[in-house]
């Protein structure tokens, strides 16, 4: 269980910088002039939270927990990606289907950042993960 825990706080940190990064590079870039008019001005923060509690549970147990069991980290880096790739090919794809306004190229951008997010992240935790957790 420790394990598990240390993964979650390593992977979510990963993930959490990462992500940062990509968002505010990316929204005067990309977003804002694709998606202005249905963009807020300001992220609303518990659904931001809740998403990345949720979201870092789901890399950990399919991605960092599969790759400690078999330690490989080419593991966490595969079902990383592929998680990511599902995970915002369902909120991008069903934007672009339900939602005036909303851009192809956006989807694109968006399911290939998940990927390569969510497979590093990944890939990052599990190294983190065995490290810290021979330490401690």
Do not use: C, E
């Not at 993930?15 to 001005?41: C, E, H, N, Q």
């Not at 518990?46 to 927990?65: E, S």
């Not at 909120?91 to 939602?99: S, V």
């Amino acid at each position: 269980m420790k394990t598990y825990f240390i993964g979650y706080l390593a992977t979510g940190l990963v993930l959490f910088v990462l992500d940062a990064i990509w968002l505010v590079s990316m929204t005067k870039l990309l977003y804002r002039p694709l998606l202005g008019p249905i963009l807020l001005d300001t992220a609303k923060l518990a659904p931001a939270a809740l998403f990345y509690f949720i979201y870092v549970f789901g890399v950990v147990f399919f991605a960092v927990a599969p790759a400690l069991a078999s330690g490989r980290w080419t593991t966490a880096l595969v079902h990383g990606a592929l998680f990511g790739l599902v995970a915002y090919a369902t909120y991008d794809l069903t934007n672009q289907a339900t939602l005036k306004g909303w851009s192809g190229v956006v989807s694109l951008a968006d399911m290939g950042w998940g990927a390569v997010l969510t497979g590093s992240a990944a890939t990052l935790g599990f190294f983190l993960t065995r490290a810290i957790a021979k330490v401690i």
